[in-house]
T-cell receptor
Framework: EPEVTQTPSHQVTQMGQEVILRCVPISNHLYFYWYRQILGQKVEFLVSFYNNEISEKSEIFDDQFSVERPDGSNFTLKIRSTKLEDSAMYFC????????????FGAGSRLTVL | SQQGEEDPQALSIQEGENATMNCSYKTSINNLQWYRQNSGRGLVHLILIRSNEREKHSGRLRVTLDTSKKSSSLLITASRAADTASYFCATDAKQGAQKLVFGQGTRLTINP
C-alpha cells in the first residue's frame, strides 16, 4: 500500500539552527500538508500546498517556516532559526482529491530543540 | 474558528466492551473524519462521514453525525487490546478549505 515517508525520524538541534524536514508524499497525490504535534497535545495544521504554491497556512507558520517541492517528489519543511518551542512531532500528509480530503500521514519527524 | 473537541479525554475499558467517543465542532462542515494514532506514530484514517449522512459503519466502527448539534460519535464495538490508541476527529470547512482541523483526541486504553 502506498505510504508517505518522512526523514529524519528524529533530529536534535541547537536553538537558532536551521532544520529541514523531508517528506515523500504518495506519488499521484496533489495536495500536501505539514502538521505538528507538541507532546501530548492536539495535531495542529501548519500549511497546505497545491500546484506548487502554498494554498493555506496557519498563524504558527510564520516567516521562520517555509515549504518547498524542489523536484516533483520531495516536499520539505524548513525552519530557519529554531526555537525551543519548535520542539514537536512534525507530520507530513498528502491527499489525492478536493472535496473529500482523506489525508495519508507519514510516521512523523521528531524535532528536539536544545 | 472551527474546532473538533473530543470527550472524554481518556477512556479505559475492558476488552470486549464497547467504546464510545464524542466530538463537537463549531462551524459548518463538508465532512467529518475520525483518525487513529498509535503512540508516537502518524495518524491513520478510519472513517469519513459526509454532512448529509447521519450514520456510517465500517467493520466494528460506527460513526454518527448530528449537524444540528454539531457533534459526532465514534463507537468501537467488541474492543480489542490492539484498539488501544488515541482517536481524533477532524473537520474541514464548508467553503472548501483543504485543511483538516483536529480535536484534542481521546486516549483509549483497552485492558486485557
Amino acid at each position: 500500500e502506498p505510504e508517505v515517508t518522512q526523514t529524519p525520524s528524529h533530529q536534535v538541534t541547537q536553538m537558532g539552527q536551521e532544520v529541514i524536514l523531508r517528506c515523500v508524499p504518495i506519488s499521484n497525490h496533489l495536495y500536501f500538508y505539514w502538521y505538528r504535534q507538541i507532546l501530548g497535545q492536539k495535531v495542529e495544521f501548519l500549511v497546505s500546498f497545491y500546484n506548487n504554491e502554498i494554498s493555506e497556512k496557519s498563524e504558527i507558520f510564520d516567516d521562520q517556516f517555509s515549504v518547498e517541492r524542489p523536484d516533483g517528489s520531495n516536499f520539505t519543511l524548513k525552519i530557519r532559526s529554531t526555537k525551543l518551542e519548535d520542539s514537536a512531532m512534525y507530520f507530513c500528509a498528502s491527499s489525492g482529491e478536493r472535496g473529500a480530503n482523506v489525508l495519508t500521514f507519514g510516521a512523523g519527524s521528531r524535532l528536539t530543540v536544545l | 474558528s472551527q474546532q473538533g473537541e473530543e470527550d472524554p479525554q481518556a477512556l479505559s475499558i475492558q476488552e470486549g466492551e464497547n467504546a464510545t467517543m464524542n466530538c463537537s465542532y463549531k462551524t459548518s462542515i463538508n465532512n467529518l473524519q475520525w483518525y487513529r494514532q498509535n503512540s508516537g506514530r502518524g495518524l491513520v484514517h478510519l472513517i469519513l462521514i459526509r454532512s448529509n449522512e447521519r450514520e456510517k459503519h465500517s467493520g466494528r466502527l460506527r460513526v454518527t453525525l448530528d449537524t444540528s448539534k454539531k457533534s459526532s460519535s465514534l463507537l468501537i464495538t467488541a474492543s480489542r487490546a490492539a484498539d488501544t490508541a488515541s482517536y481524533f476527529c477532524a473537520t474541514d470547512a464548508k467553503q472548501g478549505a483543504q485543511k483538516l482541523v483536529f480535536g484534542q483526541g481521546t486516549r483509549l486504553t483497552i485492558n486485557p
